[in-house]
């Protein structure tokens, strides 16, 4: 059964440096999303991408935040200058067709020093 | 805009009991509705979804969910719980209409804990 996938699992970084975090979403799919969740709190929403564009971002996509579809099977998020409360699991997503079920990857827990 | 509620943020349950983890959402457009289950140190799994039709809904793993509109809820039950059944669930919606990519708003999230 095809899957969404994420890597890597777990991301150590300091603060101030810039992550990358990397999804590969399921092959026919068009919709493309972030989600977030800090420890001991709900996900949150962070983003969606359609058509090689963002379609809807959260107050919580500031500037330091951006995605990108580089090539016909990556999906990235780039945090630029990571702080401590960035820390969290970080979930891609996947969908179809809009307004349908979303497959969310494993995660990535970023951990930020 | 869509907002969740999940009234019980603990919910602790002996084994073979049944179990119902509450939802209420509000919503100015239609919804979809969805129940999501994460053990501990793992992702998102889906055990559930209402997008149309019979309001009541089965899932993976013995769960089902019944859709009231009227009452805006979206109660998840299950008749007997196992020791497996111990994880958070988080109720979702989504919204649907003119965007071209809808979102997902979930709740707080339910701990289920399964004493034997």
């Known amino acids: 059964e095809p899957e969404v996938t994420q890597t890597p699992s777990h991301q150590v970084t300091q603060m101030g440096q810039e ?3 990397r999804c590969v979403p399921i092959s026919n799919h068009l919709y493309f999303y972030w989600y977030r969740q800090i420890l001991g709190q709900k996900v949150e929403f962070l983003v969606s991408f359609y058509n090689n ?8 996509f500031d500037d330091q935040f951006s995605v990108e579809r580089p090539d016909g099977s ?10 401590l409360e960035d820390s969290a699991m970080y979930f891609c997503a996947s969908s179809e067709v809009r307004n349908n079920e979303q497959f ?6 970023l951990t930020v020093l | ?10 919910v602790p349950v002996f084994e073979e ?7 209420n959402y509000s919503s100015s457009v239609s919804v979809y509705l969805f129940w999501y289950v994460q053990y501990p140190n793992q992702g998102l799994q889906l055990l559930l979804k209402y997008l149309s039709g ?9 769960f089902e969910a019944e859709f009231n509109k009227s009452q805006t809820s979206f109660h998840l039950r299950k008749p007997s719980v196992h020791i497996s059944d111990t994880a958070e669930y988080f109720c979702a919606v ?16 339910t701990r289920l804990s399964i004493r034997p």
């Open chain 1, 19 to 21: 992550v990358i975090l």
């Open chain 1, 74 to 83: 990556n999906f990235t998020l780039k945090i630029r200058s990571t702080k």
């Open chain 1, 104 to 109: 969310f990857g494993p995660g990535t827990r």
């Open chain 1, 53 to 60: 564009e963002i379609s809807e971002k959260s107050e919580i």
């Open chain 2, 54 to 62: 019979s309001t009541l809904v089965k899932g993976i793993n013995g």
């Open chain 2, 94 to 109: 989504m919204g649907y209409g003119y965007s071209s990519a809808s979102k997902i708003i979930f709740g707080s999230g």
């Open chain 2, 1 to 10: 805009a869509q907002s969740v509620t999940q009234l019980d943020s603990q």
């Open chain 2, 17 to 23: 009991a049944p179990v119902e983890l509450r939802c």
